[in-house]
């Protein structure tokens, strides 16, 4: 059986860490930004359209 104490990407060879907090910090800004710019589309799209 395999040894399962220990967490494998912490002991992981190549693994950047740093690179991936990076990359998931711009998905949430992206993911934030998203959603605002759709939120003011609907409401510029409510106040026009309707």
């Not at 060879?13 to 907090?21: I, L």
């Not at 711009?26 to 998203?34: A, C, Q």
């Amino acid at each position: 059986m395999a040894d399962h104490s220990e967490v494998a990407y912490t002991t992981a060879d190549g693994n950047d860490y740093v690179a991936h907090e990076q990359t998931y910090e711009g998905f949430l800004m992206l993911v934030k930004w998203g959603t605002i710019s759709v939120a003011i589309l609907l409401i510029l799209m409510a106040y026009f359209l309707v």
